[in-house]
């Protein structure tokens, strides 16, 4: 199982962008999808988190800027980020917790706000 992220790049304080993760391959059933940034010279943090059910939990930082959301039909994860700051400038990665698998990790994009 693959996941492959899209929807990163470079954009003004105050705009918005939207990310987009699929997953791919001997798919079972996918628990918990979520994003993840990594800043320069700091850990990996936890950004959302939606349920399979849609249940939903976001740092404190990104509350009413960034929504999460998924489509489990096609297996796909989006993060819709507006009100951008220069702080959320990261890499951001995609994980998925599937039920035979474990955790997956996509690769990261990276988004940069400019101030």
């Known amino acids: 199982v693959q996941l492959q992220a899209s929807g990163g790049g470079l954009v003004q304080a105050g705009g918005s962008l939207r990310l987009s993760c699929a997953a791919s391959?001997?798919?079972?059933?996918?628990?918990?999808m979520a994003w993840y940034r990594q800043a320069p010279g700091k850990q990996r943090e936890l950004v959302a988190r939606i349920s399979r059910a849609g249940s939903t939990d976001c740092e404190d930082s990104v509350k009413g800027r960034f929504t999460i959301s998924r489509d489990n039909a096609k297996n796909t994860v989006y993060l819709q980020m507006n009100s951008l700051k220069p702080g959320d400038t990261a890499v951001y990665y995609c994980?998925?917790?599937?039920?035979?698998?474990?955790?997956?990790w996509g690769q990261g994009t990276q988004v940069t706000v400019s101030s």
């Open positions: 391959g001997s798919i079972f059933s996918i628990n918990v």
């Open positions: 994980y998925a917790l599937e039920l035979r698998i474990g955790q997956i």
